[in-house]
T-cell receptor
Framework: DAGVTQSPTHLIKTRGQQVTLRCSPK?????VSWYQQALGQGPQFIFQ???????QRGNFPDRFSGHQFPNYSSELNVNALLLGDSALYLC?????????????FGEGSRLTVL | EDQVTQSPEALRLQEGESSSLNCSYT??????LFWYRQDPGKGPEFLFT???AGEEKEKERLKATLTKKESFLHITAPKPEDSATYLC????????????FGKGTHLIIQP
């Protein structure tokens, strides 16, 4: 049973560039949430996708956008990268768009912005 | 604004030495409180969900409890493999579905 998979695992970008991160949810799950975890901090909620729509959004600027595909996989896009965007980006999956805190997380994509 | 504060930030114990981790929270209506474990370089792993004051959940050497203001994660006779960062998170009723996490407690169990 495949868990949540994310790619790439590590990447380095420079300020002003754009990045796309990808996530495949756990088999049978249809809801994807994205979190940002800075070093030494807890994860911060970016947004959640269900039925190919953004359902909820945390306190992140419009530079952060996403997409969900019909196969439930998802992308996170960040434009005009800032140094402060350096973090571990975590994808979490769940079922049915339900309100649940029982999330299955991937191992994350480590983004470094120089 | 929902807030979660975890203490201590770091805790070093000897193998077999029991202790408790604290999670204090402020939320406009609690839908649920969650405990996760995170190993270095990995994503968080779900441990427990607590919904109402007085509720308790157990799993192996871990036991989570909940009051109206805080939650405790009790670790009984820990082993080195229990070393990890333990994260507490809350979900508010009527607000965004996303979880609000604390910064975590970094636990080290020495053999």
């Amino acid at each position: 049973d495949a868990g949540v998979t994310q790619s790439p695992t590590h990447l380095i970008k420079t300020r002003g560039q754009q990045v796309t991160l990808r996530c495949s949810p756990k088999s049978g799950h249809d809801t994807v949430s994205w979190y940002q975890q800075a070093l030494g901090q807890g994860p911060q909620f970016i947004f959640q996708y269900y039925e190919e729509e953004e359902r909820q959004r945390g306190n992140f600027p419009d530079r952060f956008s996403g997409h969900q595909f019909p196969n439930y996989s998802s992308e996170l896009n960040v434009n005009a990268l800032l140094l402060g965007d350096s973090a571990l980006y975590l994808c979490a999956s769940s079922l049915g768009g339900l309100i649940t805190g029982e999330l299955f997380f991937g191992e994350g994509s480590r983004l470094t912005v120089l | 604004e929902d807030q979660v504060t975890q203490s201590p930030e770091a805790l070093r114990l000897q193998e077999g030495e029991s202790s408790s981790l604290n999670c204090s929270y402020t939320v406009s209506g609690l839908r649920g409180l969650f405990w996760y474990r995170q190993d270095p370089g990995k994503g968080p792993e779900f441990l427990f969900t607590l919904y109402s004051a007085g509720e308790e959940k157990e799993k192996e050497r871990l036991k989570a409890t909940l009051t109206k203001k805080e939650s405790f994660l009790h670790i009984t006779a820990p082993k080195p493999e229990d070393s990890a960062t333990y994260l507490c998170a809350v979900q508010a009723s009527g607000g965004a579905d996303g979880l609000t996490f604390g910064k975590g407690t970094h636990l080290i169990i020495q053999p």
